[in-house]
C-alpha cells in the first residue's frame, strides 16, 4: 500500500510563491503519471498538472506558464512549483499518483489560500 503525504501548503499574497511536495511510502511500484489535481470550494476536483512515467507535462489552461511539475525518483516525491499565485488558484491541492494495472492513489491534500 501506498501513502502519499502533501506538504507546503498555506497562505500567500498575489503574486506570491509556494512549492508543493508529495512524498510517497510504503510499497513503491513504477508508475505511469503523478500529478497534482485542486477542488475548490464547491467545485468539483480538477487536473493541475501532470507528468508521465516518460517525462512528458500537461498543465491546465489557467495555470500554464505560472505553475512546473517536476519529480525526484531517488526521494520518490513530486513537487509543484506555483508562481504569480492569484486569488483564483486557491484551493485544496491533491497529489496523485497512478500506477496502472496497480491502481490509483490520492493524497489528503493540503490548503492553498492567495489573498488579493
Known amino acids: 500500500q501506498v501513502q502519499l503525504v502533501e506538504s507546503g501548503g498555506g497562505l500567500v499574497q498575489a503574486g506570491g510563491s509556494l512549492r508543493l511536495s508529495c512524498a510517497a511510502s510504503?510499497?513503491?511500484?513504477?508508475?505511469?503519471?503523478l500529478g497534482w489535481f485542486r477542488q475548490a470550494p464547491g467545485k468539483q476536483r480538477d487536473l493541475t498538472a501532470l507528468?508521465?512515467?516518460?517525462?512528458?507535462?500537461n498543465y491546465a489552461d489557467s495555470v500554464k506558464g505560472r505553475f512546473t511539475i517536476s519529480r525526484d525518483n531517488a526521494k520518490n516525491t513530486v513537487y509543484l512549483q506555483m508562481n504569480n499565485l492569484q486569488p483564483e488558484d486557491t484551493a485544496d491541492y491533491y497529489c496523485y499518483a497512478d500506477f496502472g494495472s496497480r491502481g490509483t492513489h490520492w493524497g489528503r491534500g493540503t490548503q492553498v489560500t492567495v489573498s488579493s
Open positions: 507528468i508521465t512515467r516518460g517525462g512528458t507535462t
Open positions: 510504503g510499497t513503491i511500484f513504477s508508475f505511469n503519471a
